[in-house]
Structures are given as structure tokens and as C-alpha cells.
């Protein structure tokens, strides 16, 4: 049974076409810049968004837990302590200034929500994207799910950071038509600092993938401070044209702090490193190296 925060319609920067991105919660990342940290955590949290709470206590006069309290400067506050993550809070809020991240979905329900879209999917050349967190975490489900879209005639993508056992990988490659592989840092030590575990498995599951016949886009995020030094980026080059089969996409994907938001509503501290969005300049820079490298680069792809 899949373990999801979301199912988002109408997606188009998961894959070609007009998709259905399914997120599946939980990643063994835990990388600074995440924009969806709701993703991160195996099990289900509740977010608050204080600008949205009107004060009506309806939130806190169903809690069955006592564990909420209403305050003139802090809005509502949960007693995690007390808190069973029920939901109940999440239910009766007006104005979803409390939401809950992370249920089990049926099978059923997953394919409920992508088979409604299939019109419009196969107008668009689009499809099916298993995203995260980290979609292989959950090898049985997800292969379930692949399979099915795949008798379906669905095309399938799997978003993946590629930090899992390479047998998950090999057994998912037949029922997958396309990998969105992230590709963030080539140090250890550095991988280790800014996205909290090695990327052995990584690079090597990403070799493993360039050795079989599938379709694969590696994503970059580009994070000023973190992995735009050219240093950094000419090893990136060096290890992408030495695979067996080059990507045919590599997406440069420029930092933002769009998600500062989630992080304060799941009450944790954001950005406390610094981290910056690259100048034009710069991403203009990295995009002609990679070019200039035979890599088919795009920016924001």
C-alpha cells in the first residue's frame, strides 16, 4: 500500500506531456534546498499556516487529545506530545490553515486518479510520474503500480534520487519508460554535508541505468554556494560523458526559496546556510559548458 502526501493533475514539469504525478512520503535525503520538505519524513505530519488561521477554535474543541491551545500571538498550538496526528483538527479547519501530509492510499485509488486523466494524457504524448521523496522506498507498491500502468498502455516515469539498493533499481527497470534521475554533488564529503548521506549508491545506480536500454533526464539542481563551482560542475561533465549511454536531457534547475513557506508551517528553521539563487550570468555560464561538453542541456527542464 503506497504512502503518499499528494496526487497532483495536469503536471508538466514531470516528464514530457501533461501528467499525473504521484508523490510518494519519505526520502533517505535529506537535502538542504528540498522543495517539497513534507516529502522528507516516513510518516504522516501536520502543517499550520498561522496567516490563514481565523480564530474560530473549532480546531481545538475537537481535539480529542486536549493537545491544542489557542493563543492571541502564535495562533494555534499543538502539544506534539499530546498530538496523535489524528486529523480531526485537519477536518473542521475553515480555512485549511491546518493540513495533514501523508496517508496510505489504496492501489485502487492511485489508479482511480491517474486512469481519469488518460484523455487528456494521451492528447499530450503525456503520462504517469512516480515522484517523492523517494518513490523506490517503496518497491512493491510502486512496481505494482508501474505494471498496471503499463498494461494500461500509460507511459511511465520514475522521479528517483537513485539512494536505494541497486536490486530495487534492476527490478523496476523493465516496467519503467523513463528515469528522472537527481545528480546534485560528485564529493562525497560535500554530498554527505548539504544532503545528509553519501552518493555511492547513487552514481552507481545512475551507471547501472546508462548500461540498459531506458530513457533517462538527470536533473541538477543549481544551488550558489553548494555545487556551482566549476570544479564541482567540470567533474559532473566528466562523469555524465564517461556512462555508457549520455542522458538525453540534463536539467539545470536554478535554486528559489519558493518553499520557505512549508518550512515554517512545519515549524522548521529554513536556509540557515545561506544557500542563493546563481546569477543569470552563471547559469547562463554552466549551460554553455555543458554544451560545449556535448551534454544536452536545458535550463529548467
Avoid at 502564535?74 to 506530545?81: H, L, P
Avoid at 475553515?94 to 495533514?100: C, G, L, R, S, V
Avoid at 552518493?199 to 546508462?210: E, F, P, Q, R, V
Avoid at 556512462?243 to 536554478?254: A, D, H, M, N, S
Amino acid at each position: 500500500m503506497p504512502f503518499l502526501f499528494d496526487i497532483k493533475r495536469y503536471s508538466i514539469n514531470d516528464g514530457p506531456g501533461v501528467r499525473v504525478t504521484v508523490f510518494f512520503k519519505g526520502c533517505p535525503l535529506s537535502c538542504r534546498w528540498c522543495h517539497n520538505p513534507e516529502s522528507i519524513s516516513f510518516k504522516t505530519e501536520k502543517l499550520y499556516n498561522k496567516s490563514k488561521c481565523i480564530g474560530c477554535g473549532s480546531c481545538v474543541a475537537i481535539c480529542p487529545e486536549n493537545a491544542l491551545t489557542l493563543t492571541k500571538t502564535d495562533g494555534v498550538i499543538t502539544d506534539f506530545d499530546k498530538c496523535t496526528l489524528c486529523g480531526k483538527c485537519a477536518e473542521v479547519c475553515p480555512t485549511k490553515a491546518i493540513e495533514m501530509s501523508g496517508r496510505d492510499y489504496s492501489e485502487e485509488e492511485v489508479m482511480t486518479a491517474v486512469l481519469k486523466e488518460t484523455n487528456i494524457m494521451d492528447a499530450s504524448g503525456g503520462g504517469v510520474t512516480f515522484s517523492g521523496g523517494e518513490p523506490l522506498m517503496y518497491p512493491e507498491a510502486l512496481k505494482s503500480l508501474l505494471i498496471r500502468c503499463g498494461r494500461e498502455g500509460i507511459h511511465r516515469a520514475v522521479d528517483t534520487s537513485g539512494s536505494v539498493r541497486s536490486a530495487v533499481v534492476e527490478d523496476i527497470l523493465d516496467h519503467t519508460d523513463l528515469f528522472l534521475y537527481d545528480l546534485k554533488l560528485m564529493n562525497t564529503q560535500d554530498h554527505r554535508k548539504w544532503v545528509g548521506a553519501d552518493n555511492t549508491l547513487i552514481l552507481k545506480n545512475l551507471k547501472l541505468i546508462s548500461g540498459h536500454d531506458k530513457e533517462y533526464h538527470i536533473r541538477i539542481p543549481l544551488v550558489e554556494g553548494v555545487n556551482t563551482d566549476n570544479e564541482n560542475i567540470m567533474e559532473t561533465i566528466a562523469f555524465l560523458n564517461g556512462l555508457q549511454r549520455k542522458p538525453t536531457v540534463v536539467g539545470l534547475l536554478p535554486y528559489h526559496n519558493i518553499a520557505s513557506k512549508k518550512y515554517e508551517k512545519l515549524g522548521k528553521t529554513y536556509n540557515e546556510n545561506g544557500m542563493a539563487e546563481p546569477s543569470k550570468e552563471k547559469i547562463a555560464y554552466i549551460h554553455s559548458v555543458f554544451i560545449e561538453n556535448r551534454l544536452n542541456a536545458v535550463i529548467g527542464g
